[in-house]
Structures are given as C-alpha cells and as structure tokens.
C-alpha cells in the first residue's frame, strides 16, 4: 500500500489485481450493463491512480476506491433526471415470466437508479445509512426510505416468482 501511495506502478497494478473483482461487481449491480460497469471500472482505477498520493490512511484504501467507484458511476448517472426524480416510474420494457429465473439482479434491474444504489450500498457492500448518506450526499432520512422502498419492491417482485412445480 506504502508503495502504491509512493506512486510505484507494480504496488498499484498488484492493488488493482486485488480489488479489480470488487469494484467490478459493484458497478455491475449498479449499471446493469456489463460493458458499462467495466468502463468505469477502469475510470475509477484511472482517477485512483492519479490521487493515490492523497491517500493518508492505508486501512481506508477500500472504502476510498469504492468512494471513487460510487462517483464515476453518479457521474454517469447525473446527466439523467431518473436519478433525482424517484417519483418517475422506473419499470423495465419486460419483467421475467414468473416461471423464468428471477434473480437478485433482475430484480435489481428494475429499480430507481438512486434506489438501486441506495440498496445495493447497504445490502451489498456493508455500509450504514450515514455512510451512505455521506457516498451519495443526500439527506440520511432520503436513503433510509429510499432502501425501505427498494426493499419492499424486491420483496414485492420476489414473492411473485414462482418455481415450477
């Protein structure tokens, strides 16, 4: 980590090799879009790279690549109005039959794109609802009923799946 901070390229290659994984999965269930989710993945390791210096504590290295991770994909995301607007009706052209596999990111698919990263922040990567609040900087009651609502919607939406009998 010392290294990587002292900006040597074989530290950080090794530091991206170790996280590449993570950060990848996490812009996938965001973007819904694998080539996408690589895309930024590669900005969020670019913008790392380039800021590394900044870093000041090595046991934060995580949640600051996420951070950065996060932001490419708000970024991506914030030349769209869907993103503010919650209101706006964010059903996909066409659900899974109920007898079709549905999994957690078809489910996640179908969500609000704030709502999805709000859920996916909290289920998936672990952080509380300050942190998230922090992330995203949206007021910490909007992420709360923003993971109820997703929430309830994946519930709603998993109850209906049905397997073959």
Not at 10 to 16: K, P
Not at 19 to 32: D, E
Not at 43 to 54: D, K, L, S, V
Not at 118 to 127: A, F, P, R, T
Request: glycine share 4%; hydrophobic share 45%; charged share 25%.
């Amino acid at each position: 980590m010392l290294l990587a901070c002292a900006e040597d390229p074989h530290a950080f290659e090794e530091l991206v090799r170790r996280r590449q994984g993570s950060i990848r999965s996490l812009l996938r269930r965001l973007c819904r879009d694998a080539e996408l989710a690589d895309d930024l993945a590669q900005e969020t390791f670019m913008q790392a790279w380039r800021t590394i210096r900044g870093l000041r504590s090595a046991p934060a290295f995580g949640a600051w690549l996420r951070q950065i991770a996060v932001n490419a994909w708000l970024r991506h995301q914030r030349g769209s109005e869907k993103f503010t607007n919650l209101d706006e009706a964010h059903e996909p052209t066409s659900l899974p039959a109920p007898f079709e596999a549905m999994d957690l990111d078809a489910v996640l698919s179908v969500l609000h794109p704030r709502a999805r990263l709000c859920l996916v922040l909290s289920y998936h990567e672990g952080m509380t609802h300050n942190e998230i609040a922090a992330a995203i900087q949206m007021p910490v009651g909007t992420v709360k009923s923003d993971i109820a609502r997703a929430t309830a919607r994946c519930r709603e939406l998993l109850s209906a799946y049905r397997s073959p009998a």
